[in-house]
């Protein structure tokens, strides 16, 4: 299989580019997924990481593959240079140019997929059938939905094991009970996310990287909030949809999990 014939795999298992590009149009949303690094031959093997970083572009190297699929865009803004010597994104495509390894990023369609990261993070908390914020053809982005009634202490713990991470924190009265979440993967608190999680009714909102005053108003609303790290929050679905598409890919393949950002 070549990276074109990996790309169409994706897009008809998970889900189109097109998906991403149609979010963009409708929402004024940025974003770059599809193939960004070509090299031309044919895929000896698939290495899986969330992130486009140096670990996993080393990582994708020693394990003698020649194509990183990732979930967060290997360009999204501007870059400058290629540098093997210096750090960051630069240097990884520089690694991935010099020893011949292709990048294919799925980024926002992803998210939204019928079963992507957004869904699993749904999953993930206890959720099963939703009211959704946005939504395209195929696809939604923003949850509300109704979980077994649990303390938020207990929730918090559930969380720090399904998730894998050690590093969620929890806003709010830990002994009041959550029955229904509203969750929105990545960096998903903003004012509209907060106008439909409590237009919802949901007593708990779920996200990463939210601001101190997002928080505050969340709380004083009488919503609970629970912080998930980004990588730990999107990880956790991103891994769900490898093990969906593994056995498809008729190459040999791994998932690269970065402990030291969950």
Same mark, same amino acid.
């Given at each position: 299989?070549?990276?074109?014939?990996?790309?169409?795999?994706?897009?008809?298992?998970?889900?189109?580019?097109?998906?991403?590009?149609?979010?963009?149009?409708?929402?004024?949303?940025?974003?770059?997924?599809?193939?960004?690094?070509?090299?031309?031959?044919?895929?000896?093997?698939?290495?899986?990481?969330?992130?486009?970083?140096?670990?996993?572009?080393?990582?994708?190297?020693?394990?003698?593959?020649?194509?990183?699929?990732?979930?967060?865009?290997?360009?999204?803004?501007?870059?400058?240079?290629?540098?093997?010597?210096?750090?960051?994104? =630069?240097?990884?495509?520089?690694?991935?140019?010099?020893?011949?390894?292709?990048?294919?990023?799925?980024?926002?369609?992803?998210?939204?997929?019928?079963?992507?990261?957004?869904?699993?993070?749904?999953?993930?908390?206890?959720?099963?059938?939703?009211?959704?914020?946005?939504?395209?053809?195929?696809?939604?982005?923003?949850?509300?939905?109704?979980?077994?009634?649990?303390?938020?202490?207990?929730?918090?713990?559930?969380?720090?094991?399904?998730?894998?991470?050690?590093?969620?924190?929890?806003?709010?009265?830990?002994?009041?009970?959550?029955?229904?979440?509203?969750?929105?993967?990545?960096?998903?608190?903003?004012?509209?996310?907060?106008?439909?999680?409590?237009?919802?009714?949901?007593?708990?909102?779920?996200?990463?990287?939210?601001?101190?005053?997002?928080?505050?108003?969340?709380?004083?609303?009488?919503?609970?909030?629970?912080?998930?790290?980004?990588?730990? =929050?999107?990880?956790?679905?991103?891994?769900?949809?490898?093990?969906?598409?593994?056995?498809?890919?008729?190459?040999?393949?791994?998932?690269?999990?970065?402990?030291?950002?969950?």
């Amino acid at each position: 299989m070549n990276v074109r014939q990996i790309l169409e795999l994706l897009e008809s298992a998970v889900a189109p580019v097109s998906l991403s590009d149609e979010l963009c149009a409708k929402y004024k949303m940025y974003d770059n997924s599809g193939i960004i690094v070509d090299t031309g031959e044919e895929v000896t093997g698939c290495l899986f990481s969330l992130d486009f970083s140096v670990r996993a572009a080393e990582e994708a190297v020693k394990q003698g593959y020649n194509l990183i699929i990732t979930h967060h865009p290997a360009i999204y803004g501007g870059i400058n240079r290629l540098d093997t010597i210096g750090d960051g994104k =630069a240097k990884a495509l520089a690694l991935c140019i010099k020893k011949g390894v292709s990048v294919i990023s799925m980024h926002l369609n992803f998210d939204a997929a019928p079963e992507g990261i957004d869904y699993y993070l749904m999953r993930g908390l206890g959720g099963k059938q939703c009211n959704t914020m946005l939504t395209v053809e195929g696809g939604a982005y923003g949850r509300v939905y109704d979980i077994e009634p649990v303390r938020i202490a207990e929730l918090l713990t559930r969380i720090s094991s399904v998730f894998r991470t050690r590093r969620a924190v929890a806003y709010g009265d830990e002994n009041a009970t959550v029955r229904r979440v509203a969750s929105f993967c990545g960096a998903g608190c903003d004012g509209q996310a907060m106008l439909f999680a409590r237009a919802q009714g949901a007593d708990c909102f779920v996200s990463s990287d939210l601001k101190h005053h997002e928080i505050a108003e969340l709380e004083e609303s009488g919503m609970a909030v629970i912080e998930l790290t980004h990588y730990s =929050a999107e990880a956790y679905g991103f891994s769900r949809i490898y093990e969906n598409v593994k056995r498809q890919l008729r190459v040999p393949s791994s998932f690269f999990y970065d402990e030291r950002l969950a």
